[in-house]
């Protein structure tokens, strides 16, 4: 009897999925080529020279470590919801959307998380059938990812670099932000392991 693939592994075959991802990529290097080459006012101080390598840096370094480990499908599910949240948060700076609704930087933080600990767990799916603890997994890589955001926000911001003291973090918008993606973390878990997951199975007596 031939073994099932994982859900996940099939959706990476799915033409639908590698046109989705493809579109991310492009969409991602356009946006920062508008930001950096055009420089219009709503991305002044918001550090984009910073944030460029370390947004690009998911659409090159899974292509690479694809080829290395010569990954079967390619993993266009992970790549595509890992190369999201970056995209988003730039056409947000680029269009002027977080100065324009001062909730967006709280949704974004929610929804961004769902789309990360979902390409956590697209990529953990393609090795890993286990489902035990997953949830627990997914929830743990989203809250030590936005700890090391902001970290990185607060360093990027007290050396003002490329006016990145525009940011004026505070206290309670730091707290909110810890609070509000650590529980899209823990939506994106779910959702990731009902819709990525292997099926369970019942064990028999």
Same mark, same amino acid.
């Given at each position: 009897?031939?073994?099932?693939l994982? =859900?996940?592994l099939?959706?990476? =075959?799915?033409?639908?999925?590698?046109? &989705?991802?493809l579109?991310?990529?492009?969409?991602?290097?356009?946006?920062?080529? /508008?930001?950096?080459?055009?420089?219009p006012?709503?991305?002044? +101080?918001?550090?984009?020279?910073?944030?460029?390598?370390?947004?690009?840096?998911?659409?090159?370094?899974?292509?690479? /470590?694809?080829?290395?480990?010569?990954?079967?499908?390619y993993?266009?599910? &992970?790549?595509a919801? /890992?190369?999201a949240?970056?995209?988003?948060?730039?056409?947000?700076n680029?269009?002027?959307?977080?100065?324009?609704?001062?909730?967006?930087?709280?949704?974004?933080?929610?929804?961004?998380?769902?789309?990360?600990?979902?390409?956590?767990?697209?990529?953990?799916?393609?090795n890993?059938?286990? =489902?035990?603890?997953?949830?627990?997994?997914?929830?743990?890589?989203?809250?030590? &990812?936005?700890?090391?955001?902001?970290?990185?926000?607060w &360093?990027?911001?007290?050396?003002?670099?490329?006016?990145a003291?525009?940011?004026?973090?505070?206290?309670?918008?730091?707290? +909110?932000?810890?609070?509000l993606?650590?529980?899209? +973390? /823990?939506?994106?878990?779910?959702?990731?392991?009902?819709?990525?997951?292997?099926?369970?199975?019942?064990?028999?007596?």
């Open positions: 009897m031939s073994r099932k994982p =859900r996940v099939n959706v990476d =075959r799915h033409p639908a999925t590698r046109w &989705a991802n579109a991310m990529k492009v969409g991602l290097i356009v946006a920062f080529a /508008l930001a950096i080459g055009l420089t006012d709503t991305v002044e +101080g918001k550090a984009m020279g910073f944030r460029a390598p370390l947004f690009l840096a998911p659409i090159v370094i899974v292509p690479i /470590l694809a080829r290395v480990r010569a990954w079967e499908p993993p266009h599910t &992970a790549d919801l /890992l190369a949240p970056f995209l988003i948060d730039t056409l947000g680029l269009l002027g959307v977080y100065d324009d609704f001062a909730q967006t930087d709280d949704v974004l933080h929610a929804l961004n998380w769902i789309l990360l600990v979902g390409a956590f767990h697209a990529f953990r799916f393609r890993i059938e286990d =489902r035990r603890d997953a949830v627990l997994l997914g929830y743990g890589f989203g809250a030590v &990812a936005i700890v090391w955001w902001e970290v990185l926000e &360093a990027v911001s007290e050396d003002g670099f490329g006016g003291g525009a940011l004026a973090l505070t206290y309670e918008d730091t707290i +909110g932000d810890l609070f993606s650590s529980t899209g +973390g /823990l939506i994106g878990s779910l959702l990731a392991v009902w819709w990525l997951g292997p099926p369970r199975t019942r064990s028999s007596d």
